[in-house]
């Protein structure tokens, strides 16, 4: 048991604040990564997390922008000033895929 009060006493501290909307589907990915990355490096370093709010928007629609438009995601050919859905879509349901999670859109944004 002191050999390893020792080593931990001998690993640097690393101090990490975090503004995060409890909310944001992208500050939980970040979460799942930092926690990955820590868990990665752990043996190295001594971590402290401190937590902050922070709100995306309180004034923000409580339906989705994009169904306010009579638009939705998973339509493949549709575009929206020039920009196709299926590509911007792609890109964050990869990410969250990786992670084991499934990007879902048909709820409220």
């Known amino acids: 048991m002191v050999e390893s009060a020792s ?7 690393i101090q990490i604040d975090v503004s995060s909307d409890s909310v944001c589907p992208w500050c939980f990915v970040g979460k799942m990564n930092l926690d990955k990355a820590i ?7 001594n971590f402290e997390i401190r937590w902050r709010p922070f709100f995306l928007d309180s004034s923000a629609p409580k339906g ?9 995601f998973d ?3 549709l575009t929206f000033d020039g920009v ?3 590509l ?3 890109h964050p349901k990869e990410i969250f895929k990786d992670l084991g999670l ?3 859109t048909s709820g409220l944004t």
């Open 7 to 13: 080593h931990t006493a001998s690993k640097k501290l």
């Open 39 to 45: 868990d990665a490096s752990n043996d190295q370093y």
């Open 64 to 72: 989705s922008i994009f169904k306010g438009l009579g638009l939705e």
């Open 75 to 77: 339509t493949s050919g």
């Open 84 to 86: 196709r859905f299926s």
């Open 88 to 90: 911007i879509h792609l």
């Open 102 to 104: 499934e990007f879902d």
